[in-house]
């Protein structure tokens, strides 16, 4: 992994590297089932818009541009 990629967790308070967390596509699968579809936007969400998660404390990172 040569990814130098630098972003700033707001849950850090610093800049760290990311890593984009793999969709887990049987679980959404079963979060569609188990919501009547309500999941489904959210799935699409997450598959063609991944997440960045912080490497240092593994949570989520949203702000993008800031
Ligand atoms: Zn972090």
Redesign the pocket.
Known sequence: MASAAIIH????K?D?QYHFDPVDHKKQLFLSLITLGLWLPVWLGLTFRPTKM??????P?WNDNK
């Open positions: 967790c707001n849950h850090c610093k760290v912080c490497n240092e404390c593994n949570g990172i």
